[in-house]
């Protein structure tokens, strides 16, 4: 199942980001997204997992991960035409 990453920015601070891994993740980002209008200076980017860095450990015990950080790609923008402004594109929902 992919990880979804939004970033939310506000008048070009970071805010934060909500990363989700669930069924639901496109769907839930969207929900959230629309409660933040680009008319209160909101700006957000939809982000999907496309690979993982690791950190081993190598010692005569055998090999042992000390770290992994997921690597994320954003999602190409379009012309803001969607009613809610935001740039990304969002899939339609499933019936």
């Known amino acids: 199942?992919?990880?979804?990453r939004l970033v939310i920015m506000r008048n070009?601070?970071?805010?934060?980001?909500?990363?989700?891994?669930a069924a639901s993740t496109l769907a839930d980002s969207?929900?959230?997204a629309s409660r933040l209008p680009?008319?209160?200076?909101?700006?957000?980017?939809?982000q999907?997992?496309?690979?993982?860095?690791?950190?081993?450990?190598?010692?005569p015990a055998?090999?042992?991960l000390?770290?992994?950080e997921t690597l994320f790609k954003s999602v190409?923008?379009?012309?803001?035409?969607?009613?809610?402004?935001?740039?990304?594109r969002w899939p339609e929902p499933l019936p």
């Open 1 to 4: 199942m992919p990880v979804h």
């Open 12 to 21: 070009g601070r970071l805010v934060g980001h909500f990363e989700s891994t």
């Open 30 to 32: 969207k929900e959230i």
């Open 38 to 46: 680009p008319a209160d200076g909101y700006q957000v980017s939809l």
């Open 48 to 59: 999907v997992a496309a690979g993982e860095r690791r950190l081993l450990e190598s010692s």
């Open 62 to 64: 055998g090999i042992r």
């Open 66 to 68: 000390l770290a992994s």
């Open 76 to 88: 190409p923008e379009e012309p803001p035409s969607n009613a809610d402004g935001h740039a990304f």
